[in-house]
Structure formats: C-alpha cells, structure tokens
C-alpha cells in the first residue's frame, strides 16, 4: 500500500459522492468505495450523520479504511451501517475495485413494477438483457444479507433494490460512477417508452458491435465523464 | 410557557416554511403549527396576505400564538382561514405537538385518482396499507370541517384532501415536515408505477424492520434531515 | 384617457410578459393586452422581432396602442400578427378588460388529446366542466379567425388552441394572467391523473363553495399572487 | 473559400456546440458542420476527447475543416468517430449546407417505441406525417452506415435513430438546429399525448397554411430564435 495511492483514492471517493449528490442518486445518503490496492482492506464513505453533516461537503477526511468484516481500521467516522453490501460483493467478486451505493429514483419506481432495466439504448449497453433485482426493500446491514446481494449481482455489473436503491461496481470509481449514471438514464427511458408497451433491448448484433467498440467506451472516455459531470458541480 | 421555548418554536416555524416553500410543498400558500408547551395554546403562521407578501420572507415575526378555538392571542397577523384544520386535529391527538398543512402537487394528482399514497419504498414506511383520503377539495375553514378532517385523519401520521393538499402531522415541526417531504416522494414513485399496474406496499416483514429499524430513522436522522433542507435554502 | 392610466397599464403588461416568460407560458412569442379606460383602443405588446430582440428585456417602451381594427395608433413596433384574438374578444365581450395569448405546454398537450381542461382541484375553479377548445392550429391573423376564436371562448375566461396555445382573459391583466397559471397547473394535475382513467370535475357542492369563498379569491389574493411571481423573476 | 466566411463559420459551430448542450440535446457527445462555400470541404466539431475536454467550452479553435472522404485539411483535432453521418448526407443532399447529430432524450425514447415525431403542433410543422426512424443504435462510423442513414433520411429534415440519438440538416446552422429543437419540442408533447391515445397530425388545411406562412417562419424569425437561446447560455 503506497501512501500516495490513498490520497488519491480518498480524494477520488469525495469527489465521486458530491458528483452522485449533484446528480440526484444520492440523497441524504449513499456510498461509494474502493479497494486499497496490495491489502484486504477498503476505503469508503464514513457515517457523518452523527455530526449532523450531510454530503454536500463530503471531503478527504470523511473518508474511512475498514476490513473486509466491515471493521473500522482508520479514520474519522463509523462505518456505514450498510457496509455489508461493499465487503461481500468484494469478497464474491476478485474483479470488482470499486462498489457505488445509489438511491435513484427512476431505476427504484422501475424495480418497484418488477421491470429490469436494459440495455435498450446506448446508454444501456452495459445492462444486455436485464439487471437483476434484489426483491427486499431491507437495509443490506448484516453480513447475511450482504451476501444474498452478491449473489443476486452475480457476475453483473449492476442490481436494482426494489423500494430501496441501486448497487452497481466497477475496475474503478469512475466505471462505478458511470454505471450508475447511465442506469438511471437508461430507467428514465425506459419509463418514457413504458405507456406504449414492452421494451425490446438492442439486437444482439448492434449490442456485440459495442462490446468491441473502441474508442467510444476507452479510457479516454471515461476521463471525459470524469470531467463532465465534475464540471457540473456547483463552485 | 418558558419565553425560550416560544423564541425556538416561533425560529423553527418560520424555516420550516421556508423549507416548505423551496421545496415546491408550499405555493403562495401553506401553514404550520406547533403546541405551545404547558399551555393550551399553539405558534401558527399567521395570514401575511394583507400586506401582499409571500412566504418567501417569513420570519420569526410572522409567527402568531392562537387558542384551542382558533382566537389571536399574541401576533401581527391575522389566523389562517384554515386554522380550524390544526386546532380540531391538536384537540383529538394528544400524541400530536405539530400540524403542517401543504399543497403537494403529486400527492395531490394522486388524490385526485383515488390513489392512497403506500408504503412501497423507504421513503413511504410511515404510510402503511395507504393514507386516508378527505374526499372535498373544500377549505378547512370552520370547526365542523376540521373535526370532520380529524376523524378521517384518524391515528395515521397524514391525510390527503382530494384536489386541494395534504396535512402530516408529527411529535416535532421536523417530523411533521419529514412525513409531509417523504409524502410527496412516494407519491412521486407511484405516479411512475402507475402506468405499469397495481402497486403493492412492502411486505409485512420489511415493514416490520423498519418499525424496529434504529439509526435510520433515529433523532439523529431527523437533525440530518433537516440541515440538509436547510442547506437547499436560497442564500 | 390619463396619461397615468396608460403609464401604469404599460408597465404591468411588460411586467406580465416578464412573468409569463419566466413561468415558461411564453417561449419566443406570447402577448398581452389591456384596453385603455374612456377610449376605443387597446395596449398590447408590439411586434419586437425586427429587431432580432426576445421578449427577456420587455419594457413598457415595447408596449403599443392600436384602435379596434388592430391599426397602430401609437408606439415603437408593429402590432403582433394575431392581434386580432385580441381586437375580436374585446369586442364580443364587454366584461373583459384584459386579454393573454400564451403557448403552455401541458395545456396544449391536452388540446390535442381532445381533453379539454376542468374544474378538478382548487387552482382550476375557474375552468367548471371544461375550457373549450378552438380545433385547428392556425394562427388568429385575420378579423374572421378572431370572430370564430370569441365565438367558442363564448362567456368562458379561457379558450385551448389545439396544437397551439391558449388565450385567456380577465376584467384586469393580473386575472387574465392568474388564470393563465392556474390553467397549465391544472393541465399537468390532470396529465399526472390522465393514466389512472377518466378525471370527474370537484362536485357542484364543492364549486358552489367556491363561487362564493370570500379571502381565498379576494383582490388582497390577486395582489399577492402578481407580487409572489415578480419575486420568481431573474433579478 | 473566402476566410471571413470560415471564421464566421467556426464562430457559429462553437455557438451551437454550446446552444444544443445547454439545451439538453447534447451530452457528453454530439457534433454540428457546415458546407464550406465555394469548396468540397466541410467544417465540423472536432474530437475533443483526447484532451479530457468536454463541449461546454466549445471555441472556434475547436472546429476543424474535413474532405468530403472524412479526411482532416486542418485543423487541432481528429474528426469525430461518426464523420461519416455528414459526409454521406451532403452528398446525397446538395440543398443541405448544415448537418447536426444530436442526443436528444425523449425523442430517443420515441424511437425506441417506434413512434415517428409527427406535425402535432406548430413547432412540428416541418415533421409533415412523421420522421423516419433509423432502426439500429449502432455508431455511423463507416462510409456504408453513413449512407444507408442518407437514404433513410431522403428528402426529409430529420431522422431519429432508434435508442441513439437524431439527426437533422438544413439550409443553414441556425435551421438544422432550430429543426433539433423542435423536434425535441415535439417529441415532448407526444409523450405527453401518448398516454390518451394514437395522435393525429394536424389537418392538411392546417399544414397548407403553415407552407406558406410568411413572417412566422422567416429569416427574422430564424434570427430570433438564435438569439433566444444564446441567451439562456450561462455568462
């Protein structure tokens, strides 16, 4: 673990709350975290609510390392009471570095009628024929519970909570951060389109073309999203 | 009565309509109340209408204590029209110490259908199997209505009156504002489940966790809940 | 005719233009008109388009005054294309001192379903069993089109231009514009419902209430509702 | 090729870069062009990405001249992926001396349900019986896709492409994006619409008149629109 790589990480999930609060998918709470690299450890989003703080303000410092029992290891805060939801998809998951908790309102009013969101616009190509819905509207605050979730996620990159919220993860915060983002565009879509009848997702050939896209969904890009939705920030 | 006790009361009433008017609850018109502690009287926003302001101004000042009757006893304005919808509700709720009466747009399309805002998401646990409906769009404006209003409001936690607003009430002006704000959030989700059917609320079961459910809805959440409104205000 | 008169009915009808625009009742085009007291003319919002100029900077300079034939008699630009929606109700109604020609959106959405907009809440007391609708688009740009315009608004205070707008009118511009707002709130109120099935009218009991309800409908509720408006405007 | 005409040209492309983003119609992507006159050349947005820069600071230095093959004459960066949208309809279409691709939400959504946007209302005029609809979200990002979008276009203003975006073209920078603005006008009441029932265009009377309709659809008229929106552009 390299000091140098913490900043960053912390710096990083600060700004990915204020970014999640600026565009709606959080509100008085939501969390984001990222594994440390080169140890069992994560950094997330602390409890501030105890100081009577919400997340407008969210800064390096409210952000906490707990370990993959959801043990506090170092930091200013408590836990999030639902850290469970981050350290059991960690541990089901070597492929996942980051995990973003959301409360959406679109992809909830669609989780609430039993409609997976999918991959029906470019939006949504990372959602193919449907994102699982876990079917309590319960807290994710037990270790139990936690893991039921990981296995409704399965090796998908989002889960709708019905009544409650979104998960989604990602290589990093910013793919994290964009699946989010691009689940409730593609849900706000989708519930335009419901009054004329089912949705049909994109054929399987139009999906396979950006499964192999090049630029449009690189690095480059997801810098770019990193940018746009920072500079939409209030100053 | 401890004068400190009025000073508060009198500051809370007027950020919460504020509060109310920012968030879309209040239009040129709304009000709230709370019981004045160890007396038969309460605070209530007076009419500030004849002096042709709105309530984006509303301080402390404005403020009016009246009794159980709905007569002035202190203030610069005049009573509400409705003031008989707080004092016939304070008269048969002793668990009551806050009434808020609002103009909630989708709450109020929801009456309009027929609909009983649910408990279908976190946001909607305090509302159970369904808010009652006051069936006129009349003005709660003389006791007989406002007993009327009480009886139909029942034990719940909030009513909504057909084509016309909503009325929450609460232990506290923040609890009061907190059902009046997560009212209409639900009432928002339903709209968007209508089009795909019949919602059903919760199950029993997460309902019953979240009647037992500590930190998420403990005092601390209510503090949180309302620094954050707060910090929406216009400066 | 006072020449005060005329300077006082020159400054609301910018400040009408204003708070229509700002209220998005008027996108690039929408005018007011008031008459003149003691004449046979009308003022009414010119023509400002030559000059490449919205209506965001309207001023009482912009305002013209042209006689019952929509011929300028005075002022800085040409009469609007439809005046005579204007010359034509004034002449069919003598009641009415005040005319608005507005685009609301969710007002003309219901034109074109064929809805025509009801008494269903209190901000639609006005509009009874139904506004009626003018059935083509076109523009009222000739005397004829603006006969068969009165002609259908009839003895009402409000007329829907399907697939085009709404007009409005008032014994003031102040009540030609308080109905011009609560006409599209009570349109999206009746959009929001419109998927739940057929919406019935408040009950005749109701209305009659209404049609005599004293403070809620008062002059004092008119003043206060143009000075809550002008607050909404960009400083 | 006079170089005032092309430095106007650049100075009109980054002020509609601007326009549509903060309109809505464009997001993190979307790209305008203009014939250059007197050439084979054509000027379009160019792809800022690779800087991490997104459109909201759009300048004329961003514009960069293309051949009618996509290949770069000059200018600071690439051509965008999908150059191949313009390149294919200009020359199919010598009326056509603008091309704008946009992502416009709620026309996207009426794609998805296969809905072509239809001339319900004034901003519809130019839709006539309905736009045609590409029906695959692939990227235009070959010659050969380019061209089938040209003949799926035909001799019409605008085509939706289906869970991705619309395309519309014009005499000018400032039609092309007029007709994306309507459209997106359009779309929005048919949604709204949507839930009454199937929609009718207006009548082919209706239409007649707007074919021919003088002041309302000048080139005065094009000049106010242009500066409406520069308006609403943030200082």
Same mark, same amino acid.
């Given at each position: 673990?390299?000091?140098?790589?913490?900043?960053?990480?912390?710096?990083?999930?600060?700004?990915?709350?204020?970014?999640?609060?600026?565009?709606?998918?959080?509100?008085?709470?939501?969390?984001?975290? !990222?594994? %440390?690299? /080169?140890?069992?450890?994560?950094?997330?989003?602390?409890? +501030? #609510?105890? $100081?009577?703080?919400?997340? *407008?303000?969210?800064?390096?410092?409210?952000?906490?390392?707990?370990?993959?029992?959801? !043990?506090? %290891?170092? /930091?200013?805060?408590?836990?999030?009471?639902?850290?469970? +939801? #981050?350290? $059991?998809?960690?541990?089901? *998951?070597?492929?996942?570095?980051?995990?973003?908790?959301?409360?959406?309102?679109?992809?909830?009013?669609?989780?609430?009628?039993?409609?997976?969101?999918?991959?029906?616009? +470019?939006?949504?190509?990372?959602?193919?024929?449907?994102?699982?819905?876990?079917?309590?509207?319960?807290?994710?605050?037990?270790?139990?519970?936690?893991?039921?979730?990981?296995?409704?996620?399965?090796?998908?990159?989002?889960?709708?909570?019905?009544?409650?919220?979104?998960?989604?993860?990602?290589?990093?915060?910013?793919?994290?951060?964009?699946?989010?983002?691009?689940?409730?565009?593609?849900?706000?879509?989708?519930?335009?389109?419901?009054?004329?009848?089912?949705?049909?997702?994109?054929?399987?050939?139009?999906?396979?073309?950006?499964?192999?896209?090049?630029?449009?969904?690189?690095?480059?890009?997801?810098?770019?999203?990193?940018?746009?939705?920072?500079?939409?920030?209030?100053?």
């Amino acid at each position: 673990m390299v000091v140098k790589d913490v900043t960053e990480i912390k710096e990083k999930l600060a700004r990915a709350t204020r970014i999640m609060l600026n565009e709606g998918l959080f509100d008085l709470y939501g969390h984001p975290s !990222t594994r %440390v690299p /080169g140890t069992d450890h994560l950094c997330v989003l602390g409890h +501030l #609510h105890g $100081e009577s703080r919400t997340l *407008r303000t969210t800064s390096p410092e409210d952000i906490i390392t707990v370990d993959m029992d959801g !043990t506090l %290891v170092e /930091g200013n805060h408590e836990p999030p009471g639902e850290i469970y +939801l #981050h350290t $059991e998809i960690y541990k089901a *998951r070597s492929d996942v570095n980051s995990v973003l908790h959301t409360h959406p309102p679109v992809t909830i009013a669609l989780g609430i009628a039993g409609i997976p969101v999918k991959a029906v616009c +470019l939006a949504g190509v990372d959602f193919g024929q449907g994102v699982p819905i876990f079917e309590s509207a319960c807290q994710i605050d037990t270790p139990e519970i936690g893991q039921k979730l990981a296995q409704i996620l399965g090796n998908q990159m989002a889960v709708m909570l019905k009544g409650h919220g979104a998960v989604t993860v990602g290589v990093s915060i910013e793919q994290a951060c964009s699946i989010s983002l691009n689940l409730e565009k593609t849900a706000k879509l989708m519930l335009m389109v419901g009054q004329f009848g089912q949705v049909q997702p994109m054929s399987a050939e139009d999906l396979a073309r950006y499964s192999n896209r090049g630029r449009h969904d690189s690095k480059e890009s997801r810098k770019v999203f990193w940018v746009y939705y920072g500079e939409r920030l209030p100053q």
